[in-house]
């Protein structure tokens, strides 16, 4: 009996060894197949330490020269925690992304960054009017069936301008402080510096609904266009405030509910790593 127990265990290391080392590329082709929505090109490595050349979705490149290093300690927590980093546009990114039993995805100690059009672009956004460098630092966020149910950290947009016209109406610097709500995550939002003074919130719920209610103003020293900009936004209120509230759903919704259609409301009245973020 005592034989058969170490066969066993000996059959059992032999196949994680195997499955361990075996070329990623390989591992990739027979098990991923058609069921992820994204394509892996240029693999090389194995699942413990790898690269790939490029991350794809589509046409629509998603991250070049993706680097990924296998954390052991990680399945002392129930979990497959990977260091996974690349410095080549269009996403620039620094972190520990990791699957548990269940399928929670955890990303933690996360830094990404970006070109506003270009992150656009790979969430499915083709064209937007506004552009300018976005910088994620993530302390932690938690996803469940593909959507966030837990998250903290900071998002900066720098030099967020307006680039329909002839000459880009630079708009200024925003931040965005993400933490837990008591149903999903909420981001309050306000101004760093510049020609736009912006205030307010988005929420997203655990069952998939969003609530987006920001108020904007130009600054004193704003010039004309931008006061042009806010204008088509609505009447300001008497604290000269133009407010856009957008509600809806991010989300299919689950259990037989009817999807709520978007409404937008104008305005009635020590870390060796580098930091995509501005400091402070």
Same mark, same amino acid.
């Given at each position: 009996m005592k034989l058969r127990y170490v066969l066993i265990a000996a059959l059992l290391s032999f196949l994680v060894?195997?499955?361990?080392?075996?070329?990623?590329?390989?591992?990739?082709?027979?098990?991923?197949?058609?069921?992820?929505?994204?394509?892996?090109?240029?693999?090389s490595g194995s699942l413990l330490s790898g690269a790939a050349t490029q991350i794809s979705r589509g046409r629509q490149v998603v991250a070049r020269d993706l680097r990924w290093r296998f954390a052991p300690a990680s399945l002392l927590l129930g979990r497959a925690s990977y260091a996974i980093a690349t410095d080549s546009p269009p996403l620039l990114l620094d972190g520990v992304a990791g699957i548990g039993l269940g399928g929670m995805v955890r990303?933690?100690?996360?830094?990404?960054?970006?070109?506003?059009?270009?992150?656009?672009?790979?969430?499915?956004?083709?064209?937007?009017p506004v552009n300018g460098q976005v910088g994620l630092d993530l302390v932690s966020l938690k996803l469940v069936d593909q959507?966030?149910?837990?998250?903290?950290?900071?998002?900066?947009?720098?030099?967020?301008?307006?680039? %329909?016209?002839r000459e880009p109406? +630079?708009? !200024?610097?925003f931040e965005a402080q993400? @933490?837990?709500?008591? &149903?999903?995550?909420?981001?309050?939002?306000?101004? %760093?510096?510049?020609?736009?003074? +912006?205030? !307010?919130?988005?929420?997203?719920?655990? @069952?998939?609904?969003? &609530?987006?209610?920001l108020q904007l103003r130009a600054a004193p020293d704003a010039p004309p266009m931008v006061g042009n900009l806010l204008r088509s936004l609505g009447q300001p209120d008497a604290s000269g405030y133009h407010r856009i509230r957008q509600t809806g759903r991010a989300r299919?919704?689950?259990?037989?509910?009817?999807?709520?259609?978007d409404v937008q409301t104008p305005a009635a009245d020590d870390d060796q790593r580098p930091s995509y973020l501005l400091p402070g």
């Open positions: 060894g195997l499955v361990a080392h075996a070329p990623a590329a390989s591992l990739l082709g027979w098990f991923a197949g058609d069921r992820i929505p994204v394509q892996a090109h240029g693999v990303l933690k100690d996360t830094r990404a960054s970006g070109d506003l059009r270009s992150l656009a672009g790979i969430a499915g956004l083709p064209f937007i959507w966030p149910r837990s998250a903290q950290g900071r998002l900066q947009v720098i030099g967020l301008s307006w680039a %329909l016209g109406v +630079v708009l !200024g610097d993400i @933490e837990d709500a008591e &149903d999903g995550i909420v981001a309050n939002v306000g101004t %760093l510096k510049g020609a736009v003074e +912006v205030r !307010g919130s988005a929420r997203m719920s655990n @069952e998939g609904g969003y &609530d987006v209610d299919p919704a689950t259990d037989g509910a009817v999807p709520a259609e």
